[in-house]
């Protein structure tokens, strides 16, 4: 292998391994030679440079920490002599963006064929979906939707139940966030119909869930309370079967791609996410936001070490101090269970090559492109502005993609390193960030950003990328979807009676 280390940009002090390298080796890299000290794993870091104490060790032309001892030019540079910059929550100030992503102007080139609902949102799938109001209704879900999916399965293109455990025993603020969760994916447009199920005596039940869902098409949203009917399941198909009727009437016609609402997140992250695929995500979101569409961006803890570069792209001052909330709010979320805010959680990312959460955080927040951020979302709150919105909640996969759906999003973009088979209620598009796992796991893997490392040009992966997202959008099943994989976990912060 000729290219054995990766310099992502001019001003950094290191270069990261696309191969395992073994000590004393000589490589070369931006046309310097480094005579290699240690073992380097690959994705791992190599110093291109002698560091001195204290002083900041740069990737991505940024700040990922600060060097622990004297580090010598070809040395390994990990955890055990890089630590963090990061410390507390922090002040900041407002800077009025003095070039923002270009708005958009006119229609868009770019259209898929998508399921037109009547409050005007679009969706790319026709499912039916079944939703708890709680967990203890959780199996008599599952046994529904593999009744109607046996009878009505040819007329839509899925009945889903998804389960959780969520809904009852729950106080205050921690019960008030499931209700609005779930308000939010019983609204997102993939559901062509939507069945309620409830079991009649949890605290979520239908005469404190129904105001916080508001006005609703009752031919859309139907419900059920098991206590109060003899035969829930006789009952249950009686209503899906009108559902899916209902449901039916849709078919897909062309529409723009203003209409497009994409996700973004990442999980089991290695040194070259944030390099090839957060940062081919991060193209496709200008894409999508410069044809009017709308993203969303979330993991608020993998912004910490990062969160002024999209602090510096808010449309205004409301929407920059709606980023300061959200991320000291967040802090104060881990300080408030005495943990550190600033230690990278996960031994898989740190496996992987990533030695500090600026690191992580700068790689992550690719995804976010340069599109201008333009507005912060609650949970379940619905996305209605074209631009980049971020989002509350935290990094853990299923959590964060349930509140991916729950604001809207129609398909989630989900990069990986290390892999991962998870899906959520709406197509769940994986891309690996290294050609090794995406030849090792072809039934999780949808997109191979590998490709960047091996040659192929950034425009040349985002055009094809993109075309794909078009064809998923109009109806090709992504692995999620073919193999089942359909889940969601709502997010808890409180006391369970």
């Not at 209503?239 to 203003?258: G, N």
């Not at 995406?438 to 192929?456: R, S």
Request: charged share 25%; proline share 3%.
């Amino acid at each position: 292998m000729d290219n054995k280390l990766i310099m992502i940009s001019d001003n950094d002090s290191v270069a990261v391994a696309l191969c395992e390298i073994k000590a004393l080796e000589v490589v070369t890299v931006n046309n310097r030679e480094v005579t290699v000290l240690n073992d380097i794993p690959f994705g791992h870091k190599v110093a291109l440079h002698d560091i001195k104490e204290d002083e900041n060790i740069i990737k991505y032309g940024h700040a990922i920490g600060h060097a622990r001892c004297d580090i010598k030019k070809g040395e390994h540079i990990h955890v055990h002599n890089l630590k963090t910059n990061l410390d507390g929550v922090l002040n900041y100030e407002y800077k009025e963006a003095e070039h923002i992503f270009e708005p958009f102007k006119g229609k868009s080139e770019y259209t898929f064929e998508g399921y037109v609902r009547e409050d005007g949102k679009v969706g790319i799938r026709n499912e039916v979906w079944i939703i708890p109001t709680v967990g203890c209704v959780n199996t008599t879900a599952k046994l529904l939707e593999e009744q109607a999916r046996k009878l009505y399965g040819d007329k839509v293109d899925d009945i889903c139940a998804f389960t959780h455990n969520m809904g009852c025993s729950q106080l205050t603020q921690d019960h008030e966030r499931t209700q609005h969760i779930l308000k939010g994916i019983i609204n997102n447009p993939n559901a062509g119909a939507v069945l309620v199920l409830s079991l009649g005596c949890e605290n979520n039940n239908l005469d404190v869930f129904k105001p916080i869902l508001g006005d609703y098409n009752t031919d859309r949203i139907k419900f059920l309370v098991t206590q109060e009917v003899e035969d829930e399941y006789e009952a249950s198909m009686d209503i899906m079967k009108e559902l899916v009727e209902y449901a039916a009437t849709f078919k897909r016609e062309t529409v723009s791609a203003d209409k497009l609402v994409m996700g973004f997140k990442c999980g089991g992250s290695d040194a070259f996410s944030g390099i090839t695929a957060n940062a081919l995500c991060g193209r496709v979101n200008d894409r999508v936001v410069g044809s009017g569409g709308s993203t969303i961006l979330t993991e608020v803890p993998e912004m910490f070490g990062a969160e002024t570069l999209l602090m510096e792209r808010a449309v205004d001052q409301e929407t920059f101090d709606e980023i300061v909330d959200l991320i000291n709010n967040f802090k104060n979320y881990f300080t408030k269970y005495n943990q550190t805010i600033y230690e990278n959680p996960s031994p898989g990312n740190k496996k992987g090559g990533i030695s500090s959460l600026e690191e992580k955080s700068l790689g992550c927040t690719q995804k976010g492109g340069h599109a201008p951020v333009v507005g912060v979302l609650n949970y379940g709150e619905r996305v209605e502005k074209c631009g980049l919105n971020l989002l509350i909640g935290p990094g853990n996969d299923q959590v964060s993609c349930t509140n991916l759906v729950a604001s809207g999003a129609q398909m989630i973009l989900f990069t990986t390193g290390r892999g991962n088979p998870f899906g959520s209620p709406v197509p769940t598009v994986k891309i690996s960030s290294n050609s090794n796992l995406y030849n090792k796991k072809p039934h999780w893997i949808d997109f191979n950003a590998g490709q960047i490392l091996e040659g192929k040009s950034f425009e040349t992966v985002t055009d094809e990328f993109f075309r794909y997202l078009l064809d998923v959008a109009s109806g090709k099943k992504t692995k999620n979807e073919e193999k089942g994989y359909k889940e969601i976990s709502v997010f808890r912060d409180g006391v369970i009676l």
